[in-house]
C-alpha cells in the first residue's frame, strides 16, 4: 500500500466526530421520511412520552432499520480493512475477492430453496457460502503463487462463478422473487426489531473475533517475512483474519443482502484520516461504512421520482430503491479512481 505508517489526524478526535455524525444521522433517519417528526417530538418519544402514529412510525419502523444499516456498514468496512491488511492490497474488499459473492449466493440458494422459516439461520448460511468462497480463492492463490493482485484476479474470477449461480438460482426463486430480488441487490427495505437482534446475536462473536485479528492484521501487514521474524505463524495469522473478515461480511450480508463498494471505500477514506496501521484503520473503516452505508440508506429512503428532471409533474409517493443502488453510485466511481491512481 501507498500510505504510509505514520498517524494523521488523533484517533479519540475522528471517533468522536464520527459519533456525533452517526448520532445526527440517526436522528435524521427517525424524522426523515413521507411522514416527519420534529427532533424534540422524537426525543420525547423515546424518553418514554406519548406517541402519536407518525411517531411510533419514526420509533418502530424507521429506528430499528436505522440501527441495522448502521451495524451492517460497521461489518462491512472493518472487512474490508482487514482483508486489505491481509494481502496489502487497495483494492481488495469483500465485493473484489469473492467473499460477498459466496455469502450471497448461499443465502440466495436458501431462500429460494430453503424453509420459509429459516431465516434466523441465515447469518450461518451466508458463513458457510463465505467460507467456501474463501477457501477456494485461498487454495487457487496459494498453488500459484500467493500474492494480493493475483488473490483478487482469482477473487473475481470466483465472484463471476458465484453471481452466475444467483442467477440460475432467482430463475427458479418464483414466488419468492421479490425477497431474492432484495438480497441480490442489497436492501434494508422492511427490516425491524427481529433482524436487528438476529444481527445483534452475532454481532458479539464477531466482534471478538475482529478484535482477535486486528493485532495479527497488523503484523501481516508488515509482510510475511517480517511475520515470521516477530514469532508468529503466517499461516495461522492469515487464517484467523480471513475468518474475522469473511463472518463479518457473512452477517452483514445474511441481513442486507449483497451491499456493495461500502467494504472497498470506507478503509480508503479511514487510511488518509489516520494512517495504514491496522489498530487506527479497522475501527475507523468500521465507524466510516456504518456512516456511508446508513447515509445512503437515508437517501434510498427518500428519494423521490421528481428529484430526476423531466419528472417533476409526476405525483407519487417515494419510490424506494435498494440502497445497494446508492452505494454502487458511490463505489464504481470510486473503484476507477483507485485504479487510476495505481496505473503507472
Known amino acids: 500500500m501507498r500510505t504510509a505508517l505514520r498517524h494523521r489526524a488523533p484517533l479519540p478526535a475522528v471517533l468522536a466526530t464520527g459519533a456525533a455524525a452517526v448520532a445526527a444521522l440517526l436522528l435524521a433517519h427517525l424524522v426523515a421520511g413521507t411522514v416527519t417528526v420534529t427532533p424534540d417530538r422524537v426525543l420525547a418519544v423515546l424518553g418514554g412520552g406519548d406517541a402519536t402514529r407518525a411517531e411510533i412510525i419514526a420509533v418502530d419502523v424507521r429506528l430499528p432499520r436505522a440501527v441495522v444499516g448502521l451495524l451492517v456498514g460497521a461489518l462491512l468496512g472493518a472487512a474490508g480493512a482487514l482483508l486489505q491488511s491481509l494481502v496489502r492490497n487497495p483494492l481488495a474488499s469483500p465485493d473484489l475477492t469473492g467473499v460477498a459473492q459466496g455469502a450471497t449466493a448461499a443465502v440466495l440458494c436458501w431462500i429460494v430453496w430453503g424453509p420459509a422459516s429459516g431465516g434466523g439461520v441465515l447469518p450461518l448460511v451466508a458463513a458457510a457460502g463465505g467460507l467456501a468462497a474463501a477457501a477456494v480463492v485461498h487454495l487457487v492463490t496459494r498453488r500459484a503463487g500467493a500474492d494480493g493482485e493475483r488473490l483478487i484476479l482469482v477473487g473475481v474470477l470466483v ?86 473478515a469473511v463472518l463479518a461480511t457473512a452477517a452483514a450480508v445474511s441481513i442486507a443482502g449483497a451491499v456493495a463498494f461500502i467494504g472497498l471505500v470506507a478503509p480508503h477514506l479511514a487510511r488518509r484520516l489516520v494512517g495504514a496501521a491496522p489498530r487506527r484503520t479497522v475501527p475507523v473503516a468500521a465507524l466510516l461504512g456504518a456512516l456511508l452505508l446508513s447515509g445512503a440508506d437515508l437517501a434510498a429512503r427518500t428519494f423521490r421520482l421528481q428529484a430526476i428532471p423531466g419528472l417533476a409533474d409526476v405525483d407519487t409517493a417515494p419510490f424506494a430503491l435498494p440502497v445497494g443502488v446508492f452505494t454502487a453510485l458511490l463505489g464504481v466511481p470510486f473503484l476507477l479512481h483507485v485504479i487510476r491512481r495505481r496505473t503507472p
Open 159 to 244: 465472484g463471476g462463478v458465484l453471481s452466475s449461480a444467483t442467477s440460475i438460482a432467482l430463475l427458479f426463486s418464483g414466488e419468492r422473487v421479490n425477497t431474492a430480488l432484495g438480497w441480490l441487490l442489497g436492501s434494508l427495505e422492511l427490516r425491524d426489531w427481529n433482524d436487528l437482534n438476529l444481527l445483534l446475536g452475532y454481532l458479539a462473536p464477531v466482534t471478538v473475533l475482529i478484535v482477535a485479528a486486528v493485532p495479527l492484521a497488523a503484523l501481516l501487514h508488515l509482510g510475511p517475512d517480517v511475520t515470521a521474524t516477530l514469532g508468529a505463524r503466517p499461516a495461522r495469522a492469515q487464517a484467523l483474519v480471513l475468518l474475522a
